[in-house]
């Protein structure tokens, strides 16, 4: 076989695998990325549920900062072990531990009745939503073909959006049926506790449907199982690319040691660079304070004049424009390339932020809560739906995207393990600090902190991010 044969075999596109099966690629993605939908789900359905927190539990700001935040800690602790457990025990079964805990996590958090169980409950969450955000983007990455494996692994980041907008209209619909989030529903449960109950039908599904997914060829590979893996990539690409991905794959691991943390460090050096890259994108994703969206929308709109029903309806009209953000990006990653998308991003936020901190700089504070003029209502409005839409079509899909494929095989799982936990603690500290924001320095430097930080992310990119598009696994270095 000539080398142009080889290039040839190795640049087939994901409707061309030679006797392989893309629907089969496909469904064993959308398998991986449910795990993003429930990570979405579980990570929106806070949102409307916390002036029920507040008056069930009797919390104040820091009590309520940590109860939300509280997921957020397991989480970090979740993408941390998963990521090194994967080396040991496997993607797939990771996925299944994650699925088995977002069932006991959703139950939980619905039939708690003080602070203590509850915030049990979100860390065990937590360490599902953090095992679920590394798995689906590293296993994505490990069974797509390098031509489409942007697309693949953005469907990560469509399943987080799908899933938070799911949990805001399933929070919404049921606010509005009931009358509001603490209204009783039904078996005389208050409605907030059945926005969390909800998530038991999609966690469901997802753990039966893991059932019937292979685990990752390169997991096979790093555990000496050269047949399974063999077979694996057969059934994806055909039996000619398999035999080609056999060797490259093999080739790719150091033959004297098992993946360890010890491999994130260079000899003489510290951590190697590339890992500082993958802490600083997941660092970045927190820090321009997506989340403060996600988790208390529902509570920034009210303390600006709006209705609870409104600002749940606001909520849903930021889910569906981060879903055709999302698509946009999911559609043309791998033609455009994950760097450009970065850079815009980090440039149309910072822009869109500081606009939002402008709006609420000119409001005025009546009975306790923030009064902006109509003019700078609509500002605020326009302006922060256009920050979630910058962030969906750039750091939300494309962190996770290059997250899963820029670390050299040998390392993936730790990298990921350490990024994640980054990530996540990132994410805490945001979360965790947004309500002692809102009670002391106000909503204004709260988002101009937020902007600062996008600002800097586009230096980051430009600086220090090198592009992946089209990069085999096997060719990424360290």
């Keep these: 076989m000539?080398?142009?044969?080889?290039?040839?075999?190795?640049?087939?596109?994901?409707?061309?695998?030679?006797?392989?099966?893309?629907?089969?690629?496909?469904?064993?993605?959308?398998?991986?990325?449910?795990g993003g939908f429930l990570f979405g789900f579980d990570s929106g359905v806070i949102n409307g549920t916390v002036e029920g927190l507040q008056t069930a539990f009797n919390s104040n700001s820091v009590g309520t900062g940590f109860s939300v935040a509280s997921m957020l800690l397991g989480s970090a602790i979740g993408a941390f072990l998963a990521g090194r457990l994967s080396d040991h025990f496997g993607?797939?079964?990771?996925?299944?531990?994650?699925?088995?805990?977002?069932?006991?996590?959703?139950?939980?958090?619905?039939i708690a009745d003080n602070t203590l169980?509850?915030?049990?409950?979100?860390?065990?969450?937590?360490?599902?939503?953090?095992a679920a955000s590394v798995m689906a983007p590293a296993y994505i990455s490990e069974v797509?073909?390098?031509?489409?494996?942007?697309?693949?692994?953005?469907?990560?980041?469509?399943?987080?959006i799908a899933g938070l907008f799911i949990a805001f209209v399933s929070n919404y619909m049921l606010s509005k049926f009931s009358g509001?989030?603490?209204?009783?529903?039904?078996?005389?449960?208050e409605t907030w506790r059945w926005m969390y109950w909800m998530e038991l039908i999609p966690a469901t599904i997802y753990l039966i449907a893991l059932l019937f997914i292979p685990e990752s060829p390169r997991f096979l590979m790093a555990k000496g199982n050269k047949d399974g893996a063999l077979k694996t990539l057969t059934k994806l690409y055909g039996s000619v690319e398999a035999q080609l991905k056999i060797k490259?794959?093999?080739?790719?691991?150091?033959?004297?040691?098992?993946?360890?943390?010890?491999?994130?460090?260079?000899?003489?050096?510290?951590?190697?660079?590339i890992v500082w890259v993958g802490i600083g994108l997941a660092i970045f994703q927190q820090f321009v304070g997506i989340n403060v969206v996600f988790y208390y929308g529902a509570v920034l709109w009210q303390s600006v004049g709006f209705t609870e029903n409104?600002?749940?309806?606001?909520?849903?009209?930021?889910?569906?424009?981060?879903i055709v953000a999302v698509m946009i990006t999911l559609f043309t990653i791998d033609k455009i390339g994950r760097k450009p998308f970065l850079w815009l991003g980090s440039t149309g936020m910072f822009i869109a932020l500081a606009l939002v901190a402008y709006a609420f700089s000119t409001g005025s504070i009546v009975d306790g809560n923030l009064s902006l003029s109509d003019q700078m209502g609509v500002l605020a409005l326009i302006s922060a739906n256009a920050y979630v839409f910058f962030f969906n079509l750039s750091w939300g899909p494309v962190m996770w995207v290059m997250l899963g494929e820029m670390f050299p095989n040998q390392m993936r799982g730790s990298a990921l393990a350490v990024a994640g936990f980054a990530q996540w603690i990132a994410n805490f500290a945001v979360t965790m600090t947004f309500p002692i924001f809102l009670a002391t320095i106000g909503l204004a430097a709260a988002y101009g902190i937020y902007a600062f930080f996008a600002l800097i992310s586009v230096f980051f990119v430009l600086i220090y991010v090198n592009e992946t598009k089209g990069k085999e696994l096997e060719d990424m270095t360290a």
């Design 117 to 130: 169980p509850f915030i049990i409950y979100r860390i065990i969450g937590g360490l599902a939503v953090g």
């Design 248 to 273: 490259s794959i093999a080739s790719s691991f150091a033959a004297d040691h098992a993946p360890s943390l010890s491999d994130l460090l260079e000899k003489g050096k510290g951590v190697r660079g």
């Design 180 to 189: 509001s989030s603490l209204t009783p529903l039904w078996g005389g449960y």
């Design 310 to 322: 409104d600002a749940l309806l606001i909520n849903v009209l930021s889910g569906a424009l981060s």
């Design 144 to 160: 797509a073909p390098a031509a489409q494996r942007g697309r693949l692994a953005s469907l990560q980041q469509v399943a987080i």
């Design 2 to 34: 000539t080398d142009n044969d080889v290039k040839s075999n190795s640049e087939l596109s994901f409707d061309q695998t030679s006797n392989g099966s893309s629907g089969f690629i496909l469904l064993i993605a959308s398998i991986a990325t449910l």
């Design 91 to 110: 993607r797939r079964n990771m996925m299944l531990l994650a699925a088995v805990l977002f069932i006991i996590s959703a139950w939980g958090s619905g």
